[in-house]
């Protein structure tokens, strides 16, 4: 049976009208914005991943054939700049230290980091809700004061190039029966930093992105919008070149609505594998996120997207209208062979980019 002229009319009518809500969902910041502001573009450099690290993130047996070199580099230069020395036993520049910082700034390589806040409100640089990962003990940031934070060092018993802290003891117990040392330990170690103490050292020497960790993205409370303004705040008084970004579009719009002026970016995934969440609403906002509809809400000038995304219909959509496409994490020679093409600027570990 022929179809209809009124259906296919109404279905034609339908899909433009689909394509164009697309369109307006995806669209970042209007150029006329940008130039009423003054906004400056996403420093062309490569971007350290929590700093140039010898422990911590991307450090697995998948990356091994690459990251010998990568974790050597981090590690001399991170005694260039005075941190720890070749006597030192076990890990020197762990992810999102001072050192591992200091060590990007030595190298010549942006540095992207994240931000949350401590129990007693101090804006610290850490990337997990716990420190399990990074220390070895479970409790989360937002439970601990930033004087507990001093006294519990990172990567404390590993060797260079561990992915993972091995747990303290008691740690694996349930519940966890981990306590904060009375006193500091004895001899070299790096613990969480303060932002304004990581500001301090970095001190304009290499561009920063700044990412502003929640804990659930699909919410807003008043905890969140301390963290934003204390940040800003920091920034504010920083000097050096920075740009934002977060997960959460909502933490975006607060730059949009409160400080037009700073180059802002959506970052976003399309879920896949063993990190999909299970429960069907959060994978659904998962997939909505990652398809940039949220976009809208925060208008970015940036789109920092997994790497294995950057062919993704809504990249490149999100790229032909302006928004500056930007990787996380490279970790490879081939990894970044593949996506090259496919965005402006790369955040990286375990690997030592080729110079560009």
């Not at 003891?169 to 001899?187: K, R, S």
């Not at 975006?252 to 299970?278: A, I, M």
């Not at 990787?327 to 560009?356: G, K, L």
């Amino acid at each position: 049976m022929p179809m209809s002229k009124s259906f296919l009319k109404k279905a034609l009518l339908g899909g433009a009208v689909a394509a164009g809500a697309a369109v307006w969902a995806i669209a970042p910041r209007s150029f006329s914005d940008k130039r009423r502001h003054y906004v400056p573009a996403v420093p062309d450099v490569w971007y350290a991943h929590r700093g140039l690290h010898d422990a911590g993130s991307g450090l697995t047996a998948q990356y091994a054939n690459e990251s010998g070199e990568y974790v050597a580099l981090a590690r001399r230069m991170a005694m260039k700049a005075g941190y720890g020395s070749p006597d030192t036993p076990g890990v020197i520049a762990p992810e999102n230290s001072l050192a591992a910082f200091a060590a990007a700034c030595e190298a010549g390589y942006g540095i992207e980091l994240d931000l949350q806040m401590t129990r007693d409100g101090e804006v610290v640089v850490v990337h997990d809700g716990d420190l399990m990962r990074v220390a070895g003990d479970p409790r989360r940031i937002a439970d601990l004061t930033y004087d507990e934070l001093t006294r519990i060092p990172l990567f404390p018993t590993d060797a260079p190039g561990a992915c993972k802290a091995a747990p303290l003891p008691l740690a694996l117990e349930n519940p966890p029966l981990v306590t904060t040392p009375d006193n500091a330990p004895e001899g070299y170690y790096q613990h969480v930093p303060l932002f304004a103490d990581v500001l301090k050292v970095v001190a304009g020497r290499v561009p920063l992105i700044v990412e502003y960790k929640f804990d659930d993205n699909s919410k807003w409370d008043p905890r969140d919008v301390e963290l934003m303004e204390k940040g800003d705040a920091l920034l504010q008084a920083y000097s050096g070149k920075y740009v934002i970004e977060s997960f959460n579009p909502a933490a975006v719009n607060w730059y949009k609505e409160n400080r037009p002026e700073v180059c802002r970016g959506q970052l976003s995934w399309w879920p896949y594998g063993e990190d999909k969440p299970t429960d069907p609403v959060a994978l659904g906002k998962e997939y909505a996120a990652g398809a940039l509809v949220f976009d809208w809400i925060s208008r970015p000038d940036f789109v920092a997207y997994d790497w294995k995304g950057g062919n993704s219909p809504q990249v490149k959509l999100a790229r032909f209208m302006g928004a500056v496409p930007v990787s996380w994490t490279v970790r490879s020679r081939d990894e970044y062979a593949q996506c090259c093409d496919q965005f402006d600027r790369h955040i990286f570990e375990a690997f030592v980019p080729d110079e560009q």
